[in-house]
């Protein structure tokens, strides 16, 4: 049989819940959300997750999907933009003050303290992200792949480069195309791409001027179902 979990308090007390672009935050009733989190716009947060202090998920023309059972903790970014949605699969652990931005993590993965996931960049399961690494644009890490703490990761298939060896990052970084990909931008050489990135972003920034604070859309019910022996297991579905 299913037994309902009792929630006694919303998942949000104190969080800022916002409608951006008309997008609504849409948030399991198990999930804790922080006093002095945001969640704005086209964000769905899934069952028995965590968004701690400081912490921004932000729907900024692309939707936010975070799995099951994820941790995204404090003054941590998650974004969501045009061409890119970000989807984190189940049981995926987003450290202290690192940056998601565009990206794909299927599951069963660790991004630490301080590391920077871009536009494109693509974590299979299991894949492992330490302190203060990059996932540049357009990069895949296959499952299991572990990228060094402060190292730099490019390209599909992955090379990972040390901090240190900053022409061949400077190599691996011309192809995947961070202006295009990020911005929609391609400078001529010598020619900032900077005006023409200033303007895009004001303009797309400047629809926040219409935000309303609401209050979460739910999900469904969950339940737990109970085995013959009286302990639980997964709800189905």
């Known amino acids: 049989m299913v037994v309902p979990e009792p929630y006694l308090h919303p998942p949000g007390r104190g969080a800022m819940f916002v409608v951006h672009r008309n997008g609504r935050p849409t948030v399991d009733e198990s999930v804790y959300v922080a006093p002095t989190a945001v969640v704005s716009g086209d964000v769905t947060i899934g069952p028995h997750s965590r968004v701690l202090y400081g912490a921004v998920l932000t729907a900024e023309g692309g939707p936010v999907v975070i799995g099951a059972n994820c941790i995204v903790m404090e003054n941590a970014v998650v974004r969501g933009v045009p061409r890119h949605p970000t989807r984190l699969g189940d049981n995926v652990l987003v450290g202290p003050h690192a940056h998601l931005t565009g990206c794909t993590v299927d599951g069963d993965a660790r991004i630490a303290t301080g590391a920077m996931l871009y536009n494109g960049a693509h974590l299979e399961r299991g894949a492992d992200v330490e302190v ?53 931008v391609s400078p001529e050489p010598g020619e900032s791409a900077m005006p023409d990135i200033a303007r895009r972003y004001t303009r797309a920034l400047a629809l926040h001027r219409y ?10 019910v969950l339940g737990t179902d109970w085995d013959d022996a009286g302990t639980p297991s997964p709800a189905a579905g």
Do not use: K, Q
């Open 211 to 220: 935000d309303v604070l609401t209050e979460p859309a739910p999900h469904a």
């Open 132 to 184: 203060g690494a990059v996932v540049h644009v357009n990069t895949r890490v296959p499952v299991g792949v572990v990228v060094p703490m402060g190292w730099f990761a490019g390209g599909d298939p992955v090379e990972l480069v040390p901090p240190g060896d900053r022409d061949r990052i400077r190599a691996l970084m011309g192809p995947l195309d961070y202006p295009g990909t990020v911005f929609g």
